[in-house]
């Protein structure tokens, strides 16, 4: 806290140049203790490496120990992490080699001045970036990207030292089909002698990296293979054995140096030096996050940019090639205790010292030594656990890695840019097909969430959808195209709620095309709403006036109720008889337009022929979730009449109550039941009237008598006659059909019945014989069965033969039907009749018969479940 305000003391240029006053103030003589010790750790390692590494670069061996030195020191003191720990890399070296040996002979002064002058344009590139805050341009060098252009690194790394591995006379910098050409036609020139010194020396690393885990194996590597080398030089001879060594080390400093600043340098190094400069800042700032996670210290981006660049810019000054972060140094440098960035500048200073003990020590190191290292560092630059898990886990993914890591093998430049414009591809294609998922809603009042809509009952009406992305111009096209599909698929859900605490920003094609929907939505009778659609997304649709086409109502933020408010604008007929109602207000009896649902009425004369329509009534009520209408009749206004009829109505209230469903009673002065039962399902709008029956008195009035044929036939609503004995139906409907507009009007009533109480339908027709008519009949009873299918209705058709009234009632006997539906016409000549058909049916069945009316345009046919 103190060195942050310290560093707000100086001016706002300054403060990259200034990140050390953070840890400054934290050195005393434990820290300096600790430090030491890690950087003694850090500057054993670094010599085998850095001689490796330079090898991979073209350059002499001692420019891996240069970049080591300088570069390390400025980027820790500059630099944002305290461990990260600066130097040459395998991926820097083999982008370098990459990039210059096409100019220059490999460890020529040509070869070594374009190579500063590479690492100085690269240190300038980080600078700018960083000094820019453009840290986030590495977040577009997705990980894949990397692991393929390693990959492919770590093959070229192996073929480059195929040649000094086998002792063969293969030409620096060919291509790498080159390479394994020259090694397919030299293979009978194979020098044994150094194949074995190579041999050896890759056997000794892989033992005693696993059996001796504390010393550094390119060590014990180096020294086993140098003194096998001297073993067979001295019974072979060195001419004999043709055994070449990299050559005494210079002992000393490293030399100043001059990047070649020459206008054909830079043009030839400028667009290189731009794929080193991403790669080098891609590595250092992902190590450094990595090890930031352990430290628990926090990360700038921006000022890990500025130490690179400046520990690039200082280090082409002091004959040091490009460096970045190494993941190695950098866990050494933590894991041994390292407490502030002074552990690195301890290792540059240990690792001069060393320098001037055993430079002389490299005349023994022979180059297949070091191309056996080589293979083992190449071996251990391959991460077959993530390149395995990209395989198994995304295929888009793995198109990138092998897309990356043979361009690498092909041209690395061009390699690690068609890596880098695939990913960033694939991420726009992603991008432009944000997930469109539909939810439903759970919870009530300010407690609304959203849930998969998967095997969840979802509103007829109201189409709720998550929407996971941005709105921007490359994606307005698919998420058009997906709420369009809401209505075609379902033309009743003309309105759509977006749950959008996802949508992250919208652009000015994403806010047209909302605009654009919502008019259309509403020209359709419903409307666009949004849930939850974050401040800065609503503030740009406010200012751009696209609130105007949307609507002032059409935003709810978190903690208010989306769904009541949009309850009321629903299509009260389709409401009346939805059995989904996932809303808490779809459980209420009012609907939408502020009217009842669906009108159930019971007629009741107090007798015992009314106790099984009473009992059917409340159970159906109960399963349709409705008020349930009770209608009875007083002879006069007399109080002892209309005691007496509301004592009836009070029997079933209380008959209600118990049941759990609600009820109005309704009284009716008067004499005639035939008279006043249909005036009061009239009044009250009724739909579906539930009455009993009486045994006929004589032939004259029929199966079912004078009254109840009366109130069926000038009642307007469908009527229910349930007889004594019977209950409430559970097994089966049966509709009488015969594709007549009354059969339609019957498989109407039964659609939604069916849903609600979850009892197949079967469509019987009776016909005469098996001639032409049979054959429409039949076509038009499938036709019907199928509609019911789609609503979700089990159902099947029937056809049979013989006299009408006999057959339907042996139908619905060999069926097990407890439930008929029949259709009726309204008026005229089709008015219920004593001794018809119809009243044939309805009087000798032993089951509730419903006769549907299709003389009243009844929305019933819109129920939906």
């Known amino acids: 806290m103190i060195a942050t305000k310290g560093m707000q003391a100086y001016p706002a240029w300054l403060r990259p140049f200034l990140p050390f006053l953070q840890w400054w103030p934290l050195v005393n003589r434990g820290t300096l203790r600790d430090d030491a010790m890690a950087g003694l ?136 089909y080159e390479i394994l050409h020259q090694f397919w036609v030299q293979f009978d020139q194979i020098n044994p002698l150094v194949t074995m010194v190579g041999v050896v020396t890759l056997a000794s690393g892989i033992l005693a990296r696993r059996y001796f885990p504390k010393f550094p194996y390119m060590i014990a590597a180096m020294i086993v293979g140098s003194v096998l080398a001297a073993i067979l030089n001295a019974f072979s001879g060195a001419e004999e054995s043709a055994i070449k060594t990299v050559g005494a080390l210079p002992a000393g400093l490293p030399p100043l140096s001059t990047p070649d600043f020459s206008l054909e340098a830079i043009r030839h190094m400028a667009g290189p030096a731009l794929v080193i400069t991403m790669l080098a800042l891609t590595e250092a700032v992902s190590i450094s996050r990595a090890i930031s996670t352990r430290s628990e210290q926090r990360i700038d981006g921006n000022q890990e940019f500025v130490g690179q660049g400046l520990s690039n810019l200082v280090g082409s000054f002091f004959s040091a090639y490009a460096s970045s972060g190494s993941f190695n140094r950098s866990g050494v440098n933590y894991e041994s205790g390292a407490r502030t960035p002074l552990a690195t500048v301890f290792a540059s200073g240990f690792l001069i010292l060393i320098l001037l003990l055993v430079a002389p020590l490299a005349a023994y190191l022979p180059n297949a030594a070091m191309a056996g290292i080589l293979f083992l560092v190449a071996w251990g630059l391959v991460d077959f656990h993530h390149i395995k898990s990209i395989w198994q886990t995304s295929k888009p993914e793995t198109a990138v890695l092998w897309v990356t890591l043979i361009g690498t093998l092909i041209n690395l430049e061009e390699g690690i840019f ?91 094609a994403g806010a047209e095309m909302l605009a654009q929907e919502a008019r ?207 209950a409430m139906w559970q097994r089966r409907i049966m509709v009488c059909f015969d594709a007549s507009p009354a059969a339609m009007a019957a498989l109407d009533i039964a659609m939604p019945l069916a849903k609600a109480t979850g009892v197949p339908v079967s469509l019987v027709t009776v016909v005469r014989d098996e001639g032409r008519a049979s054959q429409i009949l039949k076509a038009a009873s499938e036709e019907a069965a199928q509609m019911l299918r789609h609503e979700g209705v089990e159902a099947e058709t029937r056809i049979a033969h013989g006299p009408v009234v006999a057959t339907l009632l042996s139908q619905a006997e060999e069926l097990g039907a407890d439930l008929i539906v029949v259709g009726m016409r309204h008026g005229g000549l089709n008015r219920f009749l004593p001794n018809s058909l119809t009243d044939r049916l309805v009087g000798e069945a032993r089951w509730p018969v419903l006769i549907a009316k299709s003389g009243r345009m009844t929305e019933v046919h819109k129920a939906v479940g």
């Open 41 to 176: 750790t850090g500057a054993m390692i670094v010599l085998p490496q850095g001689v490796a590494f330079a090898t991979i670069a073209g350059l002499p061996p001692q420019y891996g120990l240069y970049a080591a030195m300088m570069p390390a020191v400025v980027g820790a003191l500059f630099g944002s992490s305290w461990h990260l720990v600066s130097g040459p890399t395998t991926a820097i070296s083999i982008a370098l080699f990459a990039a210059i040996h096409n100019f220059a002979e490999p460890g020529s002064p040509e070869f070594i001045s374009l190579a500063l002058t590479l690492t100085f344009l690269v240190g300038l590139y980080q600078l700018i970036l960083g000094l820019a805050r453009m840290g986030t341009l590495v977040n577009f060098i997705s990980h894949t990207v990397v692991i393929g252009f390693t990959a492919g690194a770590a093959i070229l790394i192996a073929a480059s030292q195929i040649k000094n591995f086998f002792g063969l006379a293969i030409p620096r910098g060919v291509p790498f």
């Open 520 to 726: 259309r939505r509403r020209r359709m009778g419903g409307g666009l709403y949004f849930w939850r659609l974050r401040d800065s997304v609503y503030r740009f649709l406010r200012q751009g006036e696209y609130i105007k086409d949307i609507g002032e109502g059409g935003f709810f933020p978190v903690k208010t109720n989306v769904t009541s408010a949009v309850y009321w604008t629903l299509d009260p007929e389709v409401c009346r008889y939805c059995q989904a109602r996932i809303f808490k207000e779809c459980h209420g009896d009012t609907l939408p337009d502020g009217n009842r649902r669906m009108r159930l009425m019971f007629a009741s004369d107090g007798s015992d022929f009314s106790l099984a329509p009473r009992e059917v009534s409340l159970a159906l009520a109960k399963r349709i979730g409705v008020t349930l209408d009770v209608m009875t009749m007083a002879a006069s206004t007399s109080d002892e009449d209309r005691h007496k009829a509301e004592t009836r109505i009070d029997s079933v209230r209380q008959a209600a109550q118990e049941a759990g469903v609600k009820l109005e009673g309704i009284l009716r002065i008067g004499h005639d039941p035939a008279k006043e039962v249909p005036a009061a399902a009239e009044a009250a709008d009724t739909q579906l009237l539930v009455i009993g029956r009486r045994p006929a008195k004589g032939l004259g009035e029929g199966k079912v008598g004078l009254n109840a044929a009366s109130i069926i036939g000038d009642s307007r609503c469908h009527v229910l006659v349930v007889p004594k004995e019977a």
């Open 418 to 508: 068609a890596g880098v414009f695939l990913s960033l591809v694939m991420y726009l294609y992603r991008t432009s097909r944000p997930g469109i998922e539909a939810v439903v809603p759970k919870g009530e009042g300010d407690s609304i969430y959203f849930v998969d809509a998967k095997d969840q009952p979802e509103c007829p009406q109201v189409r709720f959808v998550r929407v996971h992305g941005a709105l921007y111009f490359g994606a307005v096209d698919h998420i058009q195209r997906g709420l369009q599909q809401i209505d075609a698929d379902n033309p009743l859900q003309k309105t759509v709620v977006i749950a959008a605490p996802a949508i992250s920003f919208a652009d000015v």
